[in-house]
């Protein structure tokens, strides 16, 4: 049986998906984010889970996993890294993010 990860998340990000869940327009978007953490978590070595990789300033992976946001025009996403028996959850939410944009 693959191992499966517990969700870490990062300061921020029970915020943004409070947010989310709460918001009855973004029935959708609230779905596809469940189901993308829930592959992370249960299948953390997949190719899906590991989409985009991104490197930090310090040279740590992060990967970045596109969410479809349903009904909106702005594409969401997950990035998150292994630490032993934790899937960290670094960020969800619009990707590009806002203050990234020119």
Partial sequence: MPEELDPLY???VPEALDKIEND???HQLW???V???RLICTEPGSAEAHRYEIK???RETV????VRSGTEDQNYAILWNRSG????IHYVGIWPPP???P
């Avoid at 990967?63 to 596109?66: E, G, L, N, T």
């Avoid at 028996?85 to 960290?88: G, H």
């Fill in 85 to 88: 028996s934790d899937a960290v």
């Fill in 31 to 33: 779905n596809n984010i």
């Fill in 63 to 66: 990967w970045r996993v596109p």
């Fill in 10 to 12: 990062q300061p921020g």
């Fill in 35 to 37: 189901n993308t953490l």
């Fill in 24 to 26: 009855p327009e973004r």
């Fill in 56 to 58: 930090t300033m310090l």
């Fill in 99 to 101: 203050s990234s944009r």
